[in-house]
T-cell receptor, first 113, second 109 residues
Framework: ETGVTQSPTHLIKTRGQQVTLRCSSQ?????VSWYQQALGQGPQFIFQ???????GRGNFPPRFSGLQFPNYSSELNVNALELDDSALYLC????????????FGEGSRLTVL | GQSLEQPSEVTAVEGAIVQINCTYQ??????LSWYQQHDGGAPTFLSY????GLEETGRFSSFLSRSDSYGYLLLQELQMKDSASYFC??????????FGIGTKLQVIP
């Protein structure tokens, strides 16, 4: 167990809706990264937050947005959901040191109908 | 651009040794991590190489050659529980980690 918790674990939305996924980082970790993992694929980097500021972004449109709070918990928001957004969304917390381990939560599985 | 190549599937016998190769092309390369993911589970960290050479952690070893943009993960004394997907993941600094499609390892009796 990594100490990283995500909620909800599963959810179903319809196309066009909005979703908020939450992540509670491991204690003491100041960096959180969000990944999208489609079935049979590797995790794809969405963005990273360090001390409440976005600190890097992958190839995802602006309708994917995030927040990191002073207690280092985090949210991923996705607007105008599309069918292709169906995936496992993984949150990973870490320290801001090179080579540091990413500690992943168990993910939120989103299905868009 | 960025690219990652590793075999999509590997099958090996319990007790044997298997090597999973990875070649990468990425900007701002800092080091190479390896992660393991069982079906339905979260990725878990195995190793990180910042410098050329071999890093050993128990039954697992990882190698990096920065000049060749190449690395490998070596798993020894394979056990059934090693059946999982393995991802090589180059780091662009401060855990901006990129994952490939992964290698699905099947360990057979």
């Amino acid at each position: 167990e990594t100490g990283v918790t995500q909620s909800p674990t599963h959810l179903i939305k319809t196309r066009g809706q909005q979703v908020t996924l939450r992540c509670s980082s491991q204690s003491g970790h100041n960096t959180v990264s969000w990944y999208q993992q489609a079935l049979g694929q590797g995790p794809q980097f969405i963005f990273q937050y360090y001390r409440e500021e976005e600190n890097g972004r992958g190839n995802f449109p602006p309708r994917f947005s995030g927040l990191q709070f002073p207690n280092y918990s985090s949210e991923l928001n996705v607007n105008a959901l599309e069918l292709d957004d169906s995936a496992l969304y993984l949150c990973a917390s870490s320290l801001a040191v090179e080579g540091g381990e990413l500690f992943f939560g168990e993910g939120s599985r989103l299905t868009v109908l | 651009g960025q690219s990652l190549e590793q075999p999509s599937e590997v099958t090996a016998v319990e007790g044997a040794i298997v090597q999973i190769n990875c070649t990468y092309q990425t900007s701002g390369f800092y080091g190479l991590s390896w992660y393991q993911q069982h079906d339905g589970g979260a990725p878990t960290f195995l190793s990180y190489n910042a410098l050329d050479g071999l890093e050993e952690t128990g039954r697992f070893s990882s190698f990096l050659s920065r000049s060749d943009s190449y690395g490998y993960l070596l798993l020894q004394e394979l056990q059934m529980k090693d059946s999982a997907s393995y991802f090589c993941a180059p780091s662009g600094g401060y855990q901006k980690v990129t994952f490939g499609i992964g290698t699905k390892l099947q360990v057979i009796p």
